[in-house]
């Protein structure tokens, strides 16, 4: 079974954003998709082992601001590839509010959608949420960033290897997880995050 072919389903890059008392947090996404029309639901589905997913259970509500091509990669790195278990993603930055107390986005930012939770599903490695919308609006008419735009202008390309060092393993940078040996396969998925190789890292002896 070839898991690349998943790489060819047409998918979005999201800030999901949530809150958890006075505490907000926020990560990446690319799962986000309408389900429902009257009233209209959406559907996300989120690490289990982030924080924004914990967030999300406790508070209920969420945004999703949908992400344009004038994106950079510096964005995606602040919220997407460290953990707001250690870092405050919202330290220094501002961001207006929802109608749920909920920050969303302003720039790079095509749309953003505020909901409710109406019901989850816990599968395994992730939570799906469905989710009725309470509020959206579009922010500009820049173009939305696809996951393939994002692989193909955003993302920086592969570091090289430093062969003159023994590589002991490989650390995927969406989610941490660890892969041992020396030589990760070229079709490998990362078993918590579905990322592919590319979004892993060496680790040296």
């Avoid at 095509?110 to 939570?127: F, M, Q, W």
């Avoid at 590589?167 to 995927?172: A, L, N």
Wanted: hydrophobic share 35%.
């Amino acid at each position: 079974m070839d898991n690349r072919a998943l790489f060819k389903l047409s998918y979005g890059v999201f800030i999901l954003s949530s809150k958890s008392g006075e505490s907000f947090n926020a990560c990446i996404t690319n799962t986000c998709m309408q389900i429902a029309n009257d009233p209209v639901r959406i559907a996300i589905s989120v690490l289990n082992s982030n924080l924004t997913c914990d967030y999300i259970k406790d508070s209920g509500v969420f945004s999703v601001s949908v992400l344009d091509k004038t994106c950079i990669f510096d964005t995606i790195k602040h919220f997407g590839m460290q953990s707001g278990r250690n870092v405050n993603k919202f330290e220094g930055v501002k961001m207006p509010l929802d109608l749920n107390g909920v920050p969303y986005m302003q720039w790079s930012t095509c749309a953003v959608i505020s909901a409710k939770v109406t019901e989850s599903i816990d599968l395994g490695t992730h939570t799906m949420f469905i989710a009725e919308v309470t509020d959206m609006k579009v922010l500009s008419d820049e173009e939305p960033l696809t996951y393939a735009d994002y692989h193909k202008d955003v993302k920086p390309k592969p570091q090289k290897i430093d062969e003159k060092k023994k590589i002991v393993g490989w650390r995927c940078k969406i989610c941490g997880y660890v892969y041992e040996g020396e030589k990760l396969p070229e079709d490998f998925i990362c078993p918590l995050c579905g990322h592919s190789a590319d979004d892993f890292e060496p680790i040296y002896e």
